[in-house]
């Protein structure tokens, strides 16, 4: 039987909107200082291996994965970069520690998004280079088709996505990780500059710099260590095809079979049940309705009810994006996921102060690669 | 650790570019979309034998069996709107005046299609399930490339 495993030690470096003070370089050794005060643990002696999850032109450096192991302490140790989300390499991590090959872990992911003068650029190269990329559109007219067909066959409504920015804007005052925390009505939402119909300039995700580092360790050596433990019970990822030609449109099937895999670990038959919480992707505003579908937190059709009753209000049944989601603290890149950790594991501590949610003991972390990719991640997290 | 800097430029920074040029290999199944595109004015699709599915653009093998299939046919450049967006920013954030729709054409008699403009009709006039068809530049002036269609437009 391998080793359960656990996150002891996370940390981060403040997530705003320019960080012109700080090199990335230093913002990992930020939060990776915060990380290993959290746990306890010495990275020169203590951590077996490190996972960093960076991708190339959002650095603005190729072979970035050389350029990390110094800030981490992790010169001359094992260190690999996984190109996809943080919880991708939380998943590599827990899986190398239950092969038994290490027993301590670093994993690290970061946004400087600030220093990237062209980003939608970057994200228009990402695009099919023949037959997609010619028509120079801006990337996210892709999020418009996918958010026009989605309403379409869920029967959710624009008006509903409106209240998911509503909701998660409002979260994010109360969160002192978020950026972009502010008072706005659905008539604010709805009456924004249209953007890519029905996606109006308030149903984007902003971008912010930030990052984090967590330390994850084998339960043989969870009792030696200072970090509270928040254990990893299941994690699954899942990429579909890149090619818009035989994608679902309308449904988010990367993230249903990223959860079932999770799920089938984690022992979870009924999740709206057996979870308490959830920090899921709202890079746009309607992906929140569709992840709750697809994550079976709800039926089909159903997660906007399911917003309007108030099921996933910070005081609701199932709280949805406490933090304020991508929407309210910022859109991090290849790091998002593991603010979405962060975010679940000071819940499960009791850590969370102005945020905190009362009597949790499970929940989800849920991570989309953005636009184009159908690419997911979800991991379930507990307190014992 | 840190001081209360907002503006970058207030800060030594270094720009830089990163200028990369690619040629990219359309390959078999590409090269029969795109010669299809330029020589004949309609599409190409592949099919695979073992699940009876037609890829558009055509591929060389299938993604749910990994079978190889069959030769690309030409398709009719005709379909229905799948999805649409209207944009109003282009690809360096600035306003779109004119706006230009976008949309996802599943291609009749396929199960595959593309993403393409749609041109000779309203906003306000398209609509999920709207019948289209591609408008092709003249002959002379296609080179081998999605861009050889202009936009889709209604049919009739």
Redesign the interface.
Same mark, same amino acid.
């Given at each position: 039987m391998p080793e359960r495993v656990a996150i002891v030690g996370v940390g981060y470096s403040d997530v705003r909107s320019?960080t012109? +003070?700080?090199s990335y370089k230093e913002m990992m050794y930020?939060a990776a200082v915060r990380a290993y005060a959290d746990a306890g643990v010495n990275p020169r002696k203590d951590v077996d291996s490190f996972i960093c999850v960076s991708e190339d032109f959002w650095e603005?450096t190729?072979i970035f994965d050389e350029y990390v192991p110094d800030q981490l302490g992790g010169a001359l140790r094992p260190v690999h970069t996984v190109t996809g989300d943080g919880i991708h390499a939380l998943a590599c991590a827990a899986m190398l520690i239950r092969t038994g090959r290490a027993r301590i872990v670093v994993v690290e992911g970061h946004s400087k998004h600030? @220093?990237i %003068?062209t980003p939608?650029?970057i994200h !228009?190269f990402a695009f099919d =280079?023949? #037959?997609?990329r =010619?028509?120079?559109?801006? =990337? #996210?007219?892709?999020a +418009?088709?996918?958010? !026009? %067909?989605f309403l379409?066959v869920s029967g959710n409504t624009r008006e509903q996505c409106a209240l998911v920015v509503r909701k998660n804007l409002t979260n994010a005052l109360l969160n002192p990780r978020a950026v972009y925390g502010a008072e706005v009505s659905l008539e604010d939402v709805l009456g924004a500059?249209?953007?890519?119909?029905?996606?109006g300039e308030l149903d984007i995700a902003r971008p912010a710099d930030g990052g984090f580092v967590m330390v994850v360790a084998a339960e043989s050596v969870v009792d030696d260590l200072a970090g509270e433990p928040v254990w990893i019970t299941g994690y699954g990822w899942c990429t579909g095809?890149s090619?818009? @030609?035989?994608r679902q449109?309308?449904e988010a099937v990367y993230a249903r079979l990223a959860a079932e895999q999770a799920y089938r670990m984690a022992g979870i038959t009924n999740p709206f049940q057996d979870l308490d919480f959830a920090e899921i992707d709202d890079s746009f505003s309607y992906k929140e309705l569709e992840h709750l579908e697809a994550l079976r937190l709800c039926r089909p059709g159903e997660a906007g009810t399911l917003l309007e009753e108030g099921v996933t209000l910070p005081s609701g049944e199932f709280p949805v994006n406490v933090s304020g989601g991508s929407l309210g603290v910022g859109h991090l890149l290849e790091a998002t996921g593991l603010h979405r950790v962060y975010e679940v594991v000071l819940q499960l501590r009791g850590q969370a102060g102005p945020i905190q949610l009362a009597e949790v003991e499970r929940g989800l972390a849920q991570s989309w690669r953005n636009l184009p990719t159908t690419t997911g991640c979800v991991i379930i997290l507990e307190r014992s | 650790?840190?001081?209360?800097?907002?503006?970058?430029e207030? *800060?030594r920074?270094w720009?830089?570019t990163?200028p990369v040029e690619?040629v990219?290999t359309?390959g078999v199944a590409?090269e029969a979309y795109?010669r299809a595109i330029k020589e004949r004015g309609c599409l190409a699709a592949s099919t695979c034998p073992d699940c009876n599915i037609d890829?558009? /653009?055509p591929r060389l093998y299938c993604?749910r069996c990994f079978a190889k299939t069959d030769e690309p046919r030409d398709v009719a450049a005709r379909g229905v709107v799948?999805?649409?967006? *209207?944009?109003?920013? $282009?690809? $360096?954030?600035r306003p779109l005046e004119p /706006? *230009?729709i976008?949309?996802?054409v599943r291609i009749a008699g396929t199960?595959?299609?593309?993403?393409?403009?749609l041109g000779d009709v309203e906003?306000g006039d398209v609509h999920?399930g709207l019948e289209v068809e591609a408008v092709f530049r003249p002959p002379a002036e296609r080179v081998g490339?999605?861009?050889d269609i202009e936009h889709f437009k209604p049919v009739g």
């Open positions: 320019t012109p +003070g700080l930020e603005g190729s600030s @220093d %003068r939608h650029h !228009n =280079p023949i #037959y997609h =010619p028509l120079g559109a801006h =990337p #996210y007219h892709l +418009g088709l996918e958010m !026009n %067909r379409h500059p249209p953007a890519f119909t029905p996606l095809a090619a818009v @030609d035989s449109w309308g | 650790m840190r001081e209360k800097l907002t503006n970058p207030d *800060v920074t720009p830089g990163i690619y990219y359309a590409g795109l890829y558009l /653009p993604e799948e999805t649409f967006t *209207v944009a109003h920013r $282009d690809l $360096d954030g /706006p *230009v976008y949309a996802f199960a595959g299609g593309l993403i393409h403009r906003p999920i490339s999605i861009l």
